[in-house]
């Protein structure tokens, strides 16, 4: 016996055994979610068998019938797992049953919430579902080979789910994994064919091949096949239940949650394909992240290619979950050859569409649902702007902003209602960006859009700005921010303006904003007078042209180096604070004020002070002079 084949006792990652610890210890609620793990685990090694065989059809070795079998044995005090898949090498049971590989055993402790059901429910999609076998069994034993290797070299695996496990290996004439639980006292009551029956028709159903179980009765020789191993797409829609399309998400999406809604096609002609496809109802941890898994699986021809089909949606779209089965693509295609298939292109541009579709359409019928929606997703969906220029306009139409329009942050609008609700004469659609919605409510820059009824868009996410800046337009309106550039409300402004325009010309005035701009010469680049306040005396604009005041902040709050632009400071001639510092003759208090005109006008708008304690000295020598 060389030194890899003897039997070594090995201790677990410490995450693993923080892990163990929880399973044992705060799960005990929800055991019989271990069935469903270890099913899927199998199914999972079946598939990868299945892929991995298109290439080297000796790995079926004399066994082509893929199925799961589970046994229990009363006397022994067992539930057993038995699949015929890819089994697993030594190094492998190592790697996958000592460590956790994927980076999800992090976020998983992050997710817990300590309600018990809610957190077993999480297992599955962190990756560490094996590891739930130790919720119901106080010893586990694995018996594996990985197909393709000889005899000898099967592996043997037992631990106690303590802090040590050994492996040996061992002669496995079979190819494929055994699982044998050795269950707790409190959980005999998995020792229950009928039991066992009824949790894998509920969790396991939509697992595409055969689970079988002994028959019951004591004369009673065979088996039985206890789920309905039929992959579900290929059904019939009109046969298909409510419930079964749900079951099946759950099984494809590890969610435990229904999901919102779900569209199911079969496509014939040229190109011939299924594609059935989920939107979930809630976020997956991961959802930030750009390169996480996609949901969608690939089959060709019913048999599983790969999950994580990235090329089968766009990135804005990675929240949606099912499978697409191709008629078309060749059973080898390999993930390189995806990345340029005239098929894969057309399903790709398909599903977007019909994905889109569908939320059209339940925005239409379902608004409720649509919002839940929106909250969910929206702000990757947004992204679509940016990655999708061809789909601009229809993503446009699905996206919902906070408005002027409504009272409250929750109620949100189309750009469709926006555009229903313009003002005769008003060509551009109006927004506002802000770091948070109070600011972007009381910008002083909305003072003038109250005052004629025109609604304003408040556009408070990170991701906003660049929307804008790709989109543009919808439906030949330009979009236009009310903080940039010289206000020009055009057919709206009325005659007074007209009037108060040419007074602009002023002398006073003109005099006025010059010694405000030498004051402030370091600070703006320009000092103006303005229409489009009616309540504050100030406010700051970009150039009509440049990046704009938030996005700014936006760049510098992530560490960005950007050279800023100065503002351009803008004056309410109608204010009676201006009136009064037109007086001003103390250069000294005539400088404090130009600086807090400008200190609070950058406040106002959500922006930091560089010299916060500079701000709060000149007020105070303001106030020690107030009678
Ligand atoms: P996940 O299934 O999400 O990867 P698990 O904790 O359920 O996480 O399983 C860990 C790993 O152990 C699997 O990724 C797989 O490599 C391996 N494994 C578990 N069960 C089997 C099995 N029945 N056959 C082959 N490999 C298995
Ligand atoms: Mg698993």
Redo the contacts with the bound molecule.
Sequence with gaps: MTADTKKEALGFQTEVQQLLDLMIHSLYSNQEIFLR?LI??AS?AADRLRFEGLQEDSLFEDDPELKIRVEYNKTQKTVTVLDNGIGMSRQEVVDNLGTIAKSGSRQFFESLTGDQTKDSQLI?QF????YSSFIVAEKVEVFTRRAGLPREEGVHWVSDGKSEYTVETVDRPKRGTKVVLYLRKEAKEFLDGYRLRSIIGKYSDHISLPIVMPKEGKDEKGEDTVNAALALWTRNKKDIKDEEYNEFYKTVSHDFEDPLCHVHTRVEGKLEYTSLLFIPARAPFDLWDREQRHGVKLYVKRVFILDDAKQLLPPYLRFVKGVVDSDDLPLNISREILQQNKVIETIRSACTKRILDLLKKLAQKEPDKYKQFWQTFGRVMKEGVIDAPDKREDLAKLFRFKSTHEDTEEETVSLDDYIARMKEGQKAVYYVTAENYATAKNSPHLEIFRKKGIEVLLLTDPIDEWLVAHLAEYQEKPLSSVTKGELDLGDLADEKSGDEAEETGNEKLEEFTKRVGEVLDERVKEVRITRRLTESPACLVADEYGMGRHMEQILKASGQQIPMEKPILEINPDHPIVGKLQDEEDETRFGDWANILFEQALLSEGGQLEDPAGFVHRLNSIFLELK
């Excluded at 990756?127 to 094996?130: K, S, T």
């Design positions: 793990e899927s685990n999972d599955g990756g560490v579902g094996f």
